[in-house]
T-cell receptor, first 118, second 115 residues
Framework: SAVISQKPSRDICQRGTSLTIQCQVD?????MFWYRQQPGQSLTLIAT?????????ESGFVIDKFPISRPNLTFSTLTVSNMSPEDSSIYLC???????????????FGPGTRLTVL | DQQVKQNSPSLSVQEGRISILNCDYT??????FLWYKKYPAEGPTFLIS?????DKNEDGRFTVFLNKSAKHLSLHIVPSQPGDSAVYFC??????????????FGKGTLLTVNP
């Protein structure tokens, strides 16, 4: 499977500010995704990060709040904008590629970024 | 409305015995299912998957069973080891759906294997 890293691993932020989370993969991958896990909840897909074009957002998530970039096949960023305490969550990137051990349809996850908004 | 449900928040078993983790789903469009294991402060690690055309898939100590008519799947770990202690997530995918990359997760079951 791919080695996926995220920066920062955790952060504590003030409300109204923004935080950009980075996701780096050690090999080129077809698909990259961003998920959120709120306290006590399951993982929820925020968006699919598309290389060279705008991300595809799931219902309930908008680009103004969660802008995403994907400049190449190994890197993506997620920004959490104008944060409020409700944004306190673990944010995870995941990747999928036919060349990985699980093949198509299996996603591999990064270690996550634990965000606390005061 | 939770489409993937793991009704047991926690499970405790003795080392060497079988651990059975259960998962139910409501969306009949789901046709691919995955189990992930998550340790604290780490991301979910892929364990095993099963396609809806099968009813069983085995990988070492891990076996996943799928009962499509009951919309139920289970993960069996035999024998259980203390290192298996983690949160286990069930996830489902509707490959033919419009959002065919979207994994839908359950809330997880905390497995504790006692020495």
């Amino acid at each position: 499977s791919a080695v996926i890293s995220q920066k920062p691993s955790r952060d504590i932020c003030q409300r109204g500010t923004s935080l950009t989370i980075q996701c780096q993969v050690d090999s080129q991958v077809t698909m990259m995704f961003w998920y959120r896990q709120q306290p006590g909840q399951s993982l929820t897909l925020i968006a699919t990060a598309n290389q060279g074009s705008e991300a595809t957002y799931e219902s309930g998530f908008v680009i103004d709040k969660f802008p995403i970039s994907r400049p190449n096949l190994t890197f993506s960023t997620l920004t959490v904008s104008n944060m409020s305490p409700e944004d306190s969550s673990i944010y995870l990137c995941s990747v999928e590629d036919p060349g990985l051990a699980g093949g198509t349809d299996t996603q591999y996850f990064g270690p996550g970024t634990r965000l606390t908004v005061l | 409305d939770q489409q993937v449900k793991q009704n047991s928040p926690s499970l405790s078993v003795q080392e060497g015995r079988i651990s059975i983790l259960n998962c139910d789903y409501t969306n009949s469009m789901f046709d691919y299912f995955l189990w992930y294991k998550k340790y604290p402060a780490e991301g979910p690690t892929f364990l095993i998957s099963i396609s809806s055309i099968k009813d069983k898939n085995e990988d070492g100590r891990f076996t996943v069973f799928l009962n499509k008519s009951a919309k139920h799947l289970s993960l069996h770990i035999v024998p259980s080891q203390p290192g298996d202690s983690a949160v286990y997530f069930c996830a489902a995918l509707a490959r033919g759906g419009g959002s065919n990359y979207k994994l839908t997760f359950g809330k997880g079951t905390l497995l504790t294997v006692n020495p």
